[in-house]
C-alpha cells in the first residue's frame, strides 16, 4: 500500500506539472460572458535557436492544432478576439510577429480560409475551419483583404491568391486586433489554438493507469 501512495503521489505530481506547462491556456469563462472555450498561443519553433526555423505554413499549423485536440482560432465576435488578444499578450510579444517587405507586421495564423473560384473576389467565400458562419464577424484590416500576390506551387490552390487569415498590424495604425489575407506558405511565427472543451492530458492519463495496474501487480505477485 506504501508503494502505491507513493506512486500515486508521482502521478500527482506529474498532473500538476500540467497546469504549469498549459500555463499559456487560458479560458474565456461564461462568469465573464465568454463561451468556455479555452485558448493558447503556440511559437512555430524556439526563435532563440538559429538552427531552428520559427515559422509555420498554414496548413501545418492547423494540423498541429488538430494534434493538440483543438483547432485554429475562429474569432467570431469582437468580443472574443479583444479576449484572446489582451488573455495571450498578441500584440506585446515580438515573437509571434515579423515584418514584411512593405513595413507592416504579420502575425500569428487564425483558422480562417478562401475556397475561391473563377468569380471569387479577395473577400468572398472565406470560411471557418468550425464551418462557423463567416459573416457574424469581420475584421479586416485597412485595405484588407488583397489578393496582393499569387501564392506559387506546390500550394497552388484554385486562383491561388491569398487565402489564409492572421492577425495583422499596419505601421503607424492603432494597436489593435485586425485581420489580413495572406500566401499559404508567408513565414508565420505562431498560431492560436482554440479548444473546446479543453483536451485531457491522455499521456499522463496513460502513465497514470499503467503505474497503478503495476502497482497492483507488484502487490499480487507478493
Known sequence: MKKLLIILGVVSLLFGS??????????????????????????????????????????????????RGGYLATLTSPEEENFVNNALGIYTNNDYWFKDGADNWQGPWLGGYQVTDDDSTPASDW???????????????????NDAGPEPPPNFLENGHEQYLQFFWQEGAPIEPKWNDIVHNSPVHAYIVEYNPIPEPNTILLLSTGLIGFAGFNRRKK
Open 127 to 145: 470560411k471557418w475551419v468550425t464551418g462557423e458562419a463567416w459573416s457574424s464577424y469581420i475584421n479586416w484590416a485597412n485595405g484588407e483583404p
Open 18 to 67: 500540467i497546469g504549469v506547462c498549459g500555463a499559456t491556456l487560458v479560458q474565456w469563462s461564461s462568469d465573464d460572458g465568454g463561451n468556455d472555450h479555452w485558448y493558447e498561443v503556440v511559437e512555430a519553433d524556439d526563435p532563440n535557436d538559429p538552427n531552428d526555423p520559427n515559422y509555420i505554413s498554414w496548413s501545418a499549423a492547423a494540423v498541429d492544432a488538430e494534434e
